[in-house]
T-cell receptor, first 114, second 115 residues
Framework: EPEVTQTPSHQVTQMGQEVILRCVPI?????FYWYRQILGQKVEFLVS????????KSEIFDDQFSVERPDGSNFTLKIRSTKLEDSAMYFC????????????FGPGTRLTVL | AQSVTQLDSQVPVFEEAPVELRCNYS??????LFWYVQYPNQGLQLLLK??????LVKGINGFEAEFNKSQTSFHLRKPSVHISDTAEYFC?????????????FGQGTRLTINP
């Protein structure tokens, strides 16, 4: 069964450093998402991406964040200058099409900012 | 805007007992409803979904949920739980409007099954 994959599973970085989190969505899916879950809190929407552009973003997704689909398979989230409060589990998700609502999630990348 | 409230942050249950995890939502437009499960150190797995039609939906692992529009609820139930059901359960909604259809999650309910 096809699944969403994410790398790395755990990333440790120093405050102020740039990180790139990688995701490979399910191959025939058209909509892509990033969510995050700070320890002990709810899962929060960050950004959605469709047709090579951001379709919606939350207030969390400020200028320090960017997303890209550099090729036909990868979907990346970049944090330019990490802060302590960026420490969280980041989930990538994908959805097949406009009439197929369920989003399928990857296993997540745990980001720890020191 | 949509919001989701899961009324119980933790639910301890004995093995083979029934369980109900409560979820209420708020939205000015029609929504799709979902339950996701997160096993320890794993990602989010879709348990079941309500898109339209019958208000009682069945999912994986013997779980079911009932959509109640008048009470804006989507409670999750299982008649007999197993140790392996120990996990965090998240209720989520998205709008029917074309476009991003981002998911809005509840705070999660930690289900602990005791032998």
């Amino acid at each position: 069964e096809p699944e969403v994959t994410q790398t790395p599973s755990h990333q440790v970085t120093q405050m102020g450093q740039e990180v790139i989190l990688r995701c490979v969505p399910i191959s025939n899916h058209l909509y892509f998402y990033w969510y995050r879950q700070i320890l002990g809190q709810k899962v929060e929407f960050l950004v959605s991406f469709y047709n090579n552009e951001i379709s919606e973003k939350s207030e969390i997704f400020d200028d320090q964040f960017s997303v890209e689909r550099p090729d036909g398979s990868n979907f990346t989230l970049k944090i330019r200058s990490t802060k302590l409060e960026d420490s969280a589990m980041y989930f990538c998700a994908s959805r097949e099409g406009s009439s197929t609502p369920p989003q399928f999630f990857g296993p997540g990348t745990r980001l720890t900012v020191l | 805007a949509q919001s989701v409230t899961q009324l119980d942050s933790q639910v301890p249950v004995f093995e083979e007992a029934p369980v109900e995890l409560r979820c209420n939502y708020s939205s000015s437009v029609s929504v799709y409803l979902f339950w996701y499960v997160q096993y320890p150190n794993q990602g989010l797995q879709l348990l079941l979904k309500y898109l339209s039609g019958s208000t009682l939906v069945k999912g994986i692992n013997g779980f079911e949920a009932e959509f109640n529009k008048s009470q804006t609820s989507f409670h999750l139930r299982k008649p007999s739980v197993h140790i392996s059901d120990t996990a965090e359960y998240f209720c989520a909604v998205s709008t029917l409007i074309q476009g991003a259809q981002k998911l809005v999650f509840g705070q999660g309910t930690r289900l602990t099954i005791n032998p």
